[in-house]
């Protein structure tokens, strides 16, 4: 029952915005830390963001700092990813990951996994 789903991707022009959503069953998303992986063809899967539990605390790439914002909406059972002055380096698929116990910024620490999004950020 652990299933997740991402939404939200596509093609942005340099500095423009995207929102991505992840929506997971109840009883994964209450007990889980969420994140967000990307990953660019020919390069390995890269953590880019992670919130605990809680909602208490939040993890970001240095690459994204500053222009990324993780966020938990526990009754809706969602994690978001709010993407802004997005750059052509972004284009990736971004995968929503879920695990019990703290964030972590290893991919294979994660159990469960969606199928990923498109976003494309073009020059």
């Known amino acids: 029952q652990a299933q997740l789903v991402e939404s939200g991707g596509g093609l942005v022009q340099t500095g423009g915005s995207l929102r991505l959503s992840c929506a997971a069953d109840?009883?994964?998303?209450?007990?889980?830390?969420m994140a967000w992986f990307r990953q660019a063809p020919g390069k390995e899967r890269e953590f880019v963001a992670a919130i605990s539990r809680t909602n208490g605390s939040t993890y970001y790439a240095d690459s994204v700092k500053g222009r990324f914002t993780i966020s938990r909406d526990n009754a809706k059972s969602t994690v978001c990813l709010q993407m802004n002055s997005l750059k052509p380096e972004d284009t990736a698929v971004y995968y929503c990951a879920a695990r019990r116990g703290l964030p972590r910024r290893v991919a294979n620490e994660y159990e469960y996994w969606g199928q990923g999004t498109q976003v494309t950020v073009s020059s």
């Open positions: 109840g009883r994964t998303f209450s007990t889980s830390a």
